[in-house]
């Protein structure tokens, strides 16, 4: 991802809560975080770029986000009276087609979901086999706690991301087991642990 810079934690108060996202996309039915939340801002580009610290909301399907638009960015929204598309993070840098899961599998190397992650992850990790398995530098002061990346820490820690699995309703997940840990679940999964995590694109 050319030219891009973490700019830091932005609070709601400054941006968009994730209740009034929720409204905006047609997501307020769901369960949503209620801890601190906040986005985290990147700019690429010339533009901004902001991913959900946590996830927003949990026990969506990807098929339901996909109805609304919100995996790929067709779904805008006005902020401010700046326009935005809300999408996933892409969470494999090549096709994905196996639905195995795993630490760094060679198709999240270099993935949207792990330059965004290394940026603002501490490289803490939950788990022991998470932190023995990790080859990425990590330059962020933010743990799987605070990120949610990790199932031990609140529900959605599995995000759903834009990828699906060549030639099965089976979709990218990222988290669960640590940030950089990549699961696979059907499209019409609505666990606890799913969850959804946007970015808001600046158009």
């Not at 494999?92 to 992650?117: K, Q």
């Not at 087991?177 to 799913?194: D, K, R, W």
Request: proline content about 2%; overall charge neutral; some cysteine.
């Amino acid at each position: 991802m050319s030219d891009l810079n973490y700019l830091g934690l932005m609070f709601d108060t400054h941006f968009i809560n994730y209740v009034d996202l929720s409204e905006k996309v047609g997501l307020a039915s769901f369960n949503g975080t209620l801890k601190e939340k906040g986005w985290l801002h990147f700019r690429q580009n010339g533009k901004s770029l902001y991913l959900a610290s946590r996830p927003v909301v949990w026990g969506v399907s990807w098929e339901t986000l996909s109805d609304l638009g919100l995996i790929s960015g067709l779904k805008t929204i006005d902020i401010d009276g700046k326009l935005f598309k809300v999408r996933l993070p892409k969470g494999t840098s090549t096709p994905h087609t196996s639905t195995r899961g795993g630490f760094e599998l060679p198709v999240t190397i270099g993935s949207e979901w792990d330059t965004l992650f290394s940026l603002v992850h501490s490289g803490e990790h939950t788990d022991d086999i998470g932190a023995k398995l990790s080859t990425i530098s990590y330059s962020g002061n933010l743990g799987d706690r605070r990120l949610m990346t990790h199932r031990d820490h609140g529900y959605g820690s599995r995000s759903w991301c834009q990828e699906l699995v060549k030639g099965k309703a089976v979709a990218v997940q990222r988290g669960y087991m640590g940030v950089h840990y990549l699961v696979t679940m059907a499209t019409g999964n609505t666990s606890i642990a799913s969850g959804w995590r946007p970015i808001i694109e600046e158009v």
